[in-house]
């Protein structure tokens, strides 16, 4: 039987064609019965006022480039084209710091950021525990992952819950996530006072953090344990470098749920990403030259505008 | 089912939140609208699992006697006091609660907060030993700009707050753009694999 475009599509993309129905089928659930608002006179207003916007068509193409490159190179990896990325020695250094803190008899604390479950970095510090909760409970490690907010309290809970459950383990202790404090200050107050009290032989530190990263990781290096950080948010990036071992810069902190997972999908979507990286460079490039050499730069600056 | 399920609503979520940022109209709107409403209601939901959470945990260690089990108890009784003068009395001005808030609780953040100075200190000191060259500027970077920010550093060379403002907003600058940059085009990647499905790392699987 032919494979139809949308049904490729969807298979590169490592979603069925069952997923892309069901799907479908939520979003006019929710457009047909859920929103009071969707009138007749509704539509008319649509038709009358385009349904697109058309001042974000540059973010759309941009988008549409953008996703065009991960899906080639993602496709590219499916067909078992090989890619390479870069060593990230942070990352190399969690295996070596969860041995440590098994010989050691000690506990590996995990800190998934201080952003709630809407911030993506907070998706990333989790795609991060994943692999540390494997890691812990094959060699039987305690773990503790405080953490600031509720929900990503029950999103770590089930990601550890089914790393665990992966290495036939039982998730049983509820010490190991606990939700610890709402208020960033009174959480570096708690989670410093448990790593002086447990000393911890290793300390990951993954996600969005503000004020209190400094006040967490120095009271972790003074416990002597193997630190490694990872965040993409610029004023926090110095506190770390001083105070860990090993720190994850931006994109590395994005990166390092495909760099554990070793998965040739997630791996081209990293080799796209750097394709218009690549592209980005080149328009910074044109466009300092434009300047400088006052061939105007006004179509340049509409092309990238955000409106 | 049970992995399937969150990857739909992921691709659900995600496809709403784009068609409303290049769409336009009641439909669009109102969905997203109703998706936002949703996180908010869910989101005030999980504090009581929190709540739950804590109380649970903590209780357990009174319980079974543990060894900094007076730690666990200070914070229920705080934890009920505060929740149940919040409940029963309110929160507005003049009230119990208020009054813990502003006599206990700020000053105990604003200590904290205050420790930072303590900590950058001490972390400042192993960061700027010189042990090599790139150090050595960074030692060297660092005081210019330090200097350069106040009203002594002005005294020793008047062009010293020019030098650390150039510092700030060129190379400075230029690596924050650079890391900025590399920053949102990996969130981007993420969200693409989030919302196809291909990022399945924090389910605990992969």
Known sequence: MPVTLPDKQARIAGVTPTDVFLGGWLALVVSRWLLPTCTPCGAAAIAHAGLFRMERLNALVLCVIFAAAVLWYIAHARRGGTIYIRPLPGLSAVDEAVGRATEMGRPVVFIPGTGDLDEIQTIAGLSVLGRVARVTARYATPLRVPVLYPLPMAAARETVREAYLDEGVEYVDPETVQYVAGESFSYAARVGGMMLRERPAAVIYMGQFTAESLLIAEVGQSTGAIQIAGTAAPDQMPFFIAACDYTLIGEELYAASAYLSGDPKMLGSLKGQDVIKILLAAAVVIGVLSVTLGWGSAWLMAAFEAK | ?206
């Not at chain 2, 700009?145 to 008047?158: E, K, T």
Request: charged share 15%.
């Open chain 2, 1 to 206: 089912m049970k992995t399937r399920l969150p990857v739909v609503v992921a691709f659900v979520s995600g496809a709403l939140m784009i068609l409303s940022f290049f769409g336009r109209g009641p439909l669009v709107d109102s969905a997203s609208e109703v998706a936002l409403t949703w996180q908010t209601i869910v989101g005030g939901f999980s504090l009581l699992l929190g709540a739950v959470s804590i109380v649970r945990v903590h209780w357990r260690r009174v319980a079974t006697r543990e060894r900094d089990r007076f730690y666990s108890l200070s914070l229920l009784v705080c934890f009920v006091v505060m929740a149940g003068s919040g409940v029963f009395f309110g929160i507005e001005r003049g009230t119990v609660f208020e009054r813990l808030f502003n006599t206990i609780q700020s000053p105990m953040m604003s200590t904290m907060f205050s420790l930072l100075a303590f900590f950058i200190a001490s972390a400042a000191y192993r960061a700027f030993r010189a042990r090599s060259v790139t150090s050595a500027i960074l030692l060297l970077t660092a005081l210019v700009v330090m200097l350069g920010r106040i009203p002594m550093g002005q005294l020793i060379y008047s062009q010293l707050p020019a030098w650390a403002d150039w510092v700030m907003s060129i190379p400075s600058m230029a690596v924050q753009r650079g890391i900025l940059i590399g920053a949102a085009l990996g969130a981007a990647s993420m969200s693409l694999r989030l919302i196809l499905g291909i990022e399945r790392t924090y389910l605990g699987r992969g």
